[in-house]
Nanobody, 126 residues
Framework: GPLVESGGGSVQTGASLTLTCTASGRPLSYYVVGWFRQGPGMERELVAAISRSGENTEYLDSVKGRFTISRNNALNTVWLQMDSLKPEDTALYLC????????????????????WGQGTQVTVSS
């Protein structure tokens, strides 16, 4: 089944949001999962990614220290905790997944992600 994102919204600068990615009929434990964002007229970029085991993560430099990706495979869910939000974080946030044999491997290459959700909009106003 598809990936489903939730948790977006319109907030003020400095606020926090937690995005949730779930999958029905697809065990996320077999997948590296990433959170991506795409602003109007912008290319899709990787914000954060997490290995199957959850022990390895990668972050976009501009969100390091503010965003945290985590997962619970038993709940088939991946979260993106976003703190200290800035107007430049405004975008459509999408969850992507790619099947991976290695449990500790995490990929930052967008083209390797082949399962996507529809996205959830995050708008941060100053």
């Amino acid at each position: 089944g598809p990936l489903v994102e939730s948790g977006g919204g319109s907030v003020q600068t400095g606020a926090s949001l937690t995005l949730t990615c779930t999958a029905s009929g697809r065990p996320l434990s077999y997948y590296v999962v990433g959170w991506f964002r795409q602003g109007p007229g912008m290319e899709r970029e990787l914000v954060a990614a997490i290995s199957r085991s959850g022990e390895n993560t990668e972050y976009l430099d501009s969100v390091k220290g503010r965003f945290t990706i985590s997962r619970n495979n038993a709940l088939n869910t991946v979260w993106l905790q976003m703190d200290s939000l800035k107007p430049e974080d405004t975008a459509l946030y999408l969850c992507g997944a790619t099947v991976e044999y290695m449990t500790t491997y995490v990929t930052t290459t967008l083209s390797t992600y082949d399962h996507w959700g529809q996205g959830t909009q995050v708008t941060v106003s100053s």
